[in-house]
């Protein structure tokens, strides 16, 4: 195997499932796993790719790599493309299938695949479909594909799934509340399932990227904006849809579809940002790829490969991961406030306690002194997990 310090130390090459790989994420990954030596299954997005979308333009390029240059020979053996949509059950159990049948096992699921609704939510009242879609692409799909892995792994007694999200799992963002709660609702439902398949020694790992990940990597669809939400209107929340519009403004592939004014000359000028056509204010629908250029896009995935990389396949891999510095800061930011009206309001939660006795004053002290002989040290998650389940079911008993 090629001598990749990135990766973790295995004996053999292992076999990856890449749910969305023509994607910048999954491209950029498709390489360093290629580079590395290991085998993929990389699934696609077909009518993208039969229709020649720009979605597909990056994956070709690698295709036609492969194809024309001779120290790329070695890939083709080590590579297969297959249609997957994860919506599909049925595609997802073809693409366990086929790296069962192709290379003999399934190591990794690496799981990527997304898009973004941009609106308020009173905005997004009329948009039923499009809010449905959401779900079934950033929660069904990937609920999809990793119970279609389970099996196989829990035969083996082996296998890693690793899931991208984004820091919007943990963060509320005004105008992403739909992406947002997508988001939430495959966290909850990965870190439920992570305590039922352990046992099988099947690890599932959440990697949590920055929000550009999310958005600009991805299809955008918005819902027509109202003018109560508008900053002329006063509204004050920072919407993200007036963000993401301008840096859409910027983008080099956008003003030259859109030129600008004479009078906007400095690239980095906030006039450039003021200038742009304003895509999704748009007074109607509007679903695009952001048009990144291949030098910026790598810039902005390169942490978020570098962490499945290194995590990938590991012995004890994080239950969570969150990239970079920004992200990691924005989360203990929100769980110190957690932390915060947790305290706050402390009397309030020990008063609501069913069936126990004992001084309040008396509790609450004991719950600082738990806290403070956890020292920060990580417990079994596991039987943390079967002791808060079995004080609610003694709760109910009391009842």
Not at 11 to 31: C, E, F, K, M, Y
Request: glycine share 8%.
């Amino acid at each position: 195997m090629n001598g990749d310090a990135n990766f973790p130390v295995s004996n053999a090459p292992r076999v990856w499932i890449i749910s969305s790989a023509d994607t910048p994420v999954g491209i950029s990954l498709l390489r360093k796993i290629m580079v590395h030596g290991d085998f993929l299954i990389a699934g696609i997005d077909q009518a993208a790719f039969e229709n020649n979308s720009y979605k597909s333009k990056g994956f070709k390029e690698v295709l036609s790599e492969i194809a024309e240059q001779p120290a790329r020979k070695d890939w083709r053996a080590r590579l297969k493309v297959i249609a997957l949509d994860l919506r599909s059950q049925a595609q997802c159990q073809a693409a366990v299938a086929s790296a069962i049948h192709t290379f003999g096992k399934l190591d990794i699921l690496f799981c990527c695949t997304s898009q973004a609704i941009i609106g308020a939510v009173e905005e997004l009242g009329s948009q039923t479909p499009l809010v449905r879609d959401q779900f079934e692409t950033n929660f069904f799909g990937p609920m999809n594909m990793i119970k279609a892995v389970i099996p196989e792994m829990r035969s083996k007694t082996h296998g890693h799934i690793i899931v991208l999200t984004g820091i919007t799992g943990h963060l509320g963002t005004p105008g992403l509340s739909m992406y947002c709660s997508s988001q939430w609702a495959l966290e909850g439902f990965c870190d439920s399932l992570a305590y039922e398949i352990a046992p099988f020694n099947i690890k599932l790992t959440i990697v949590q990227a920055s929000i550009e990940i999310g958005i600009l990597t991805n299809k955008i669809m918005t819902a027509p904006p109202m003018p109560e939400y508008s900053p002329e209107a006063g509204h004050p929340a920072p919407l993200f849809r007036n963000i993401l519009d301008g840096l859409l403004n910027r983008l080099p592939a956008i003003r030259a579809e859109y030129p600008p004014s004479d009078d906007v000359q400095s690239p980095s000028s906030e006039a450039e940002r003021a200038s742009g056509p304003f895509l999704l204010s748009r007074d109607e629908s509007v679903t695009l790829f952001p048009p990144l250029s291949c030098a910026h896009t790598e810039k902005l995935v390169v942490e978020s490969v570098h962490a499945v990389t290194a995590i990938g396949g590991h012995e004890n891999p994080p239950a969570r991961h969150i990239v970079g510095f920004e992200g990691m800061a924005s989360v203990k930011e929100k769980l110190k406030t957690v932390s915060e009206e947790l305290e706050e309001f402390v009397d309030a939660s020990i008063s609501a306690d069913c069936g126990r006795t004992g001084d309040k004053r008396t509790r609450r002290a004991s719950l600082t002194s738990e806290a403070d002989s956890r020292g920060g040290s990580r417990l079994n998650g596991a039987d943390e997990h079967a002791n808060h389940v079995y004080d609610a079911a003694m709760v109910l008993q009391s009842l």
